[in-house]
Protein backbone atom coordinates (compact mmCIF):
# COMPACT_ATOMS: atom_id res chain seq x y z
CA UNK A 1 0.00 0.00 0.00
CA UNK A 2 1.36 3.57 -0.81
CA UNK A 3 1.78 5.97 1.71
CA UNK A 4 -0.18 8.52 -0.08
CA UNK A 5 -2.83 7.76 -2.77
CA UNK A 6 -4.52 9.74 -5.03
CA UNK A 7 -6.48 9.14 -8.19
CA UNK A 8 -4.85 9.49 -10.94
CA UNK A 9 -8.04 11.42 -12.98
CA UNK A 10 -8.32 12.62 -15.73
CA UNK A 11 -10.67 14.68 -14.03
CA UNK A 12 -12.45 17.31 -16.81
CA UNK A 13 -14.50 19.85 -15.54
CA UNK A 14 -16.16 22.79 -17.89
CA UNK A 15 -15.07 26.48 -16.94
CA UNK A 16 -16.57 28.15 -13.96
CA UNK A 17 -16.52 24.87 -11.81
CA UNK A 18 -15.54 23.64 -8.56
CA UNK A 19 -12.75 21.55 -9.08
CA UNK A 20 -12.31 19.04 -6.05
CA UNK A 21 -9.50 16.76 -5.43
CA UNK A 22 -8.65 14.40 -2.07
CA UNK A 23 -5.40 12.57 -1.22
CA UNK A 24 -5.44 9.91 1.59
CA UNK A 25 -2.62 8.64 3.55
CA UNK A 26 -1.60 6.42 6.13
CA UNK A 27 1.12 7.85 7.97
CA UNK A 28 0.15 9.78 11.25
CA UNK A 29 3.89 11.30 11.32
CA UNK A 30 2.40 13.58 8.45
CA UNK A 31 2.63 17.29 10.11
CA UNK A 32 2.56 19.32 6.63
CA UNK A 33 0.76 18.81 3.46
CA UNK A 34 1.23 20.58 0.75
CA UNK A 35 -0.59 21.15 -3.07
CA UNK A 36 1.72 21.57 -5.89
CA UNK A 37 0.28 22.04 -9.76
CA UNK A 38 2.62 20.72 -12.39
CA UNK A 39 2.32 21.99 -15.81
CA UNK A 40 3.52 19.34 -18.73
CA UNK A 41 7.63 19.08 -19.11
CA UNK A 42 7.55 21.63 -16.22
CA UNK A 43 8.32 21.31 -12.57
CA UNK A 44 6.05 21.46 -9.20
CA UNK A 45 5.31 24.97 -8.24
CA UNK A 46 4.04 25.41 -4.45
CA UNK A 47 0.05 26.67 -4.44
CA UNK A 48 -0.55 25.64 -1.11
CA UNK A 49 0.58 24.75 2.22
CA UNK A 50 -1.06 23.55 5.62
CA UNK A 51 0.12 22.60 8.95
CA UNK A 52 -1.49 19.92 10.87
CA UNK A 53 -5.53 20.29 10.69
CA UNK A 54 -7.63 23.02 9.19
CA UNK A 55 -8.66 24.87 6.28
CA UNK A 56 -6.67 27.56 4.37
CA UNK A 57 -7.70 29.53 2.07
CA UNK A 58 -5.88 31.88 -0.79
CA UNK A 59 -7.86 33.28 -3.80
CA UNK A 60 -9.54 30.53 -5.51
CA UNK A 61 -8.00 27.76 -3.70
CA UNK A 62 -9.05 26.20 -0.43
CA UNK A 63 -7.05 23.63 1.24
CA UNK A 64 -8.57 21.34 3.54
CA UNK A 65 -6.64 18.93 5.87
CA UNK A 66 -8.58 16.02 8.40
CA UNK A 67 -6.20 14.40 10.44
CA UNK A 68 -8.29 12.39 12.16
CA UNK A 69 -9.71 10.51 8.37
CA UNK A 70 -6.21 11.11 7.23
CA UNK A 71 -7.95 12.81 4.17
CA UNK A 72 -6.71 16.20 2.34
CA UNK A 73 -8.36 17.97 -0.01
CA UNK A 74 -7.84 21.06 -2.64
CA UNK A 75 -11.10 22.90 -4.32
CA UNK A 76 -10.46 25.52 -7.13
CA UNK A 77 -13.37 27.28 -7.29
CA UNK A 78 -14.17 29.52 -10.61
CA UNK A 79 -11.92 26.97 -12.27
CA UNK A 80 -9.94 28.69 -15.65
CA UNK A 81 -8.23 27.09 -18.87
CA UNK A 82 -5.44 27.75 -17.54
CA UNK A 83 -6.30 25.52 -14.28
CA UNK A 84 -5.54 22.32 -16.46
CA UNK A 85 -2.60 20.69 -15.20
CA UNK A 86 -1.83 18.14 -12.67
CA UNK A 87 -2.29 18.57 -9.22
CA UNK A 88 0.14 16.94 -6.72
CA UNK A 89 -0.44 16.52 -2.81
CA UNK A 90 2.70 16.15 -0.80
CA UNK A 91 3.01 15.94 2.90
CA UNK A 92 6.20 15.68 5.18
CA UNK A 93 6.34 14.28 8.93
CA UNK A 94 7.98 16.13 11.49
CA UNK A 95 10.88 13.67 11.82
CA UNK A 96 12.21 13.85 8.55
CA UNK A 97 14.13 16.61 6.76
CA UNK A 98 11.81 19.02 4.98
CA UNK A 99 12.19 18.56 1.55
CA UNK A 100 11.44 15.04 1.88
CA UNK A 101 8.37 15.14 0.45
CA UNK A 102 6.17 12.53 -0.05
CA UNK A 103 4.15 12.81 -3.28
CA UNK A 104 0.78 11.46 -4.52
CA UNK A 105 0.73 10.48 -7.92
CA UNK A 106 -1.39 13.58 -9.47
CA UNK A 107 -4.39 14.05 -10.93
CA UNK A 108 -4.57 15.22 -13.95
CA UNK A 109 -7.43 18.29 -14.62
CA UNK A 110 -8.82 19.54 -17.61
CA UNK A 111 -10.97 22.63 -17.77
CA UNK A 112 -13.07 23.09 -21.06
CA UNK A 113 -13.47 26.54 -22.12
CA UNK B 1 16.73 36.09 -9.47
CA UNK B 2 16.73 33.02 -11.74
CA UNK B 3 14.77 30.17 -10.87
CA UNK B 4 16.67 26.96 -9.89
CA UNK B 5 18.59 25.80 -13.32
CA UNK B 6 18.81 22.14 -14.36
CA UNK B 7 20.52 21.05 -17.15
CA UNK B 8 20.31 18.68 -19.29
CA UNK B 9 16.67 19.58 -20.12
CA UNK B 10 16.84 16.23 -22.03
CA UNK B 11 19.79 13.88 -22.34
CA UNK B 12 20.08 10.41 -24.14
CA UNK B 13 22.26 7.36 -23.20
CA UNK B 14 23.29 4.30 -24.12
CA UNK B 15 22.77 1.62 -21.69
CA UNK B 16 25.83 0.86 -19.81
CA UNK B 17 26.54 4.86 -20.27
CA UNK B 18 27.42 7.65 -17.67
CA UNK B 19 24.55 10.15 -16.90
CA UNK B 20 25.31 13.66 -15.15
CA UNK B 21 22.62 16.05 -14.34
CA UNK B 22 23.32 19.30 -12.94
CA UNK B 23 21.37 21.23 -11.01
CA UNK B 24 22.05 24.69 -9.77
CA UNK B 25 19.96 26.07 -6.94
CA UNK B 26 18.42 29.56 -6.38
CA UNK B 27 20.54 31.90 -5.30
CA UNK B 28 20.90 32.12 -1.65
CA UNK B 29 19.47 28.45 -1.33
CA UNK B 30 22.14 26.06 0.23
CA UNK B 31 19.60 23.07 0.06
CA UNK B 32 19.48 20.51 -2.53
CA UNK B 33 16.87 17.63 -2.86
CA UNK B 34 16.49 15.34 -6.02
CA UNK B 35 13.16 13.70 -7.01
CA UNK B 36 12.86 11.14 -9.73
CA UNK B 37 9.41 11.04 -11.33
CA UNK B 38 8.73 7.87 -13.15
CA UNK B 39 5.63 7.65 -15.99
CA UNK B 40 2.07 7.16 -13.72
CA UNK B 41 4.26 7.75 -10.50
CA UNK B 42 4.86 10.59 -8.07
CA UNK B 43 7.60 12.01 -7.67
CA UNK B 44 9.98 10.28 -5.37
CA UNK B 45 12.78 11.77 -3.05
CA UNK B 46 16.39 10.55 -3.76
CA UNK B 47 18.78 12.98 -1.64
CA UNK B 48 19.14 16.18 0.25
CA UNK B 49 22.19 17.65 0.21
CA UNK B 50 24.01 20.78 1.67
CA UNK B 51 27.11 22.53 0.66
CA UNK B 52 29.68 19.72 0.71
CA UNK B 53 27.21 16.99 2.76
CA UNK B 54 24.82 14.45 2.14
CA UNK B 55 22.34 14.72 4.74
CA UNK B 56 19.74 12.34 3.65
CA UNK B 57 20.12 9.78 1.40
CA UNK B 58 17.04 7.43 2.28
CA UNK B 59 15.66 7.42 -1.74
CA UNK B 60 18.88 6.80 -3.46
CA UNK B 61 19.62 3.11 -4.98
CA UNK B 62 22.54 1.54 -3.38
CA UNK B 63 24.18 0.75 -6.56
CA UNK B 64 25.54 2.89 -9.63
CA UNK B 65 23.89 6.60 -8.18
CA UNK B 66 25.96 9.20 -6.46
CA UNK B 67 24.99 13.18 -5.70
CA UNK B 68 27.65 16.02 -4.43
CA UNK B 69 27.00 19.56 -3.80
CA UNK B 70 30.33 20.83 -4.17
CA UNK B 71 31.64 24.55 -2.20
CA UNK B 72 31.52 25.52 -5.45
CA UNK B 73 29.42 25.18 -9.04
CA UNK B 74 26.10 22.75 -8.90
CA UNK B 75 24.71 19.94 -7.69
CA UNK B 76 25.35 17.11 -9.56
CA UNK B 77 23.79 13.50 -9.51
CA UNK B 78 25.55 10.85 -11.47
CA UNK B 79 24.13 7.57 -12.64
CA UNK B 80 26.83 4.82 -13.65
CA UNK B 81 26.32 2.27 -16.16
CA UNK B 82 22.68 3.43 -16.96
CA UNK B 83 19.56 0.93 -17.52
CA UNK B 84 16.29 1.23 -19.14
CA UNK B 85 14.91 1.28 -16.02
CA UNK B 86 16.33 4.70 -14.84
CA UNK B 87 14.74 6.64 -17.77
CA UNK B 88 12.26 9.38 -16.06
CA UNK B 89 12.06 12.62 -15.00
CA UNK B 90 14.65 13.97 -12.53
CA UNK B 91 13.78 17.42 -10.47
CA UNK B 92 16.19 19.52 -8.24
CA UNK B 93 14.36 21.22 -5.65
CA UNK B 94 16.27 23.99 -3.45
CA UNK B 95 15.33 26.20 -0.15
CA UNK B 96 17.05 28.39 1.61
CA UNK B 97 17.20 26.69 4.79
CA UNK B 98 15.61 23.76 6.43
CA UNK B 99 12.02 23.98 7.78
CA UNK B 100 11.18 26.50 5.36
CA UNK B 101 7.52 25.97 3.32
CA UNK B 102 9.28 27.11 -0.08
CA UNK B 103 10.73 24.53 -1.64
CA UNK B 104 11.34 25.42 -5.48
CA UNK B 105 11.32 23.12 -8.32
CA UNK B 106 13.66 23.13 -11.57
CA UNK B 107 11.90 22.10 -14.86
CA UNK B 108 14.15 18.38 -14.42
CA UNK B 109 15.81 17.00 -16.96
CA UNK B 110 14.56 13.94 -19.09
CA UNK B 111 16.66 10.89 -19.35
CA UNK B 112 16.08 8.55 -22.05
CA UNK B 113 18.37 5.25 -21.58
CA UNK B 114 17.97 3.68 -24.72
Known amino acids: QKEVEQDPGPLSVPEGAIVSLNCTYSNSAFQYFMWYRQYSRKGPELLMYTYSSGNKEDGRFTAQVDKSSKYISLFIRDSQPSDSATYLCAMSATTDSWGKLQFGAGTQVVVTP | NAGVMQNPRHLVRRRGQEARLRCSPM?????VYWYRQLPEEGLKFMVY????????ESGMPKERFSAEFPKEGPSILRIQQVVRGDSAAYFC????????????FGSGTQLSVL
Open chain 2, 27 to 31: KGHSH
Open chain 2, 49 to 56: LQKENIID
Open chain 2, 93 to 104: ASSPKDRDEKLF
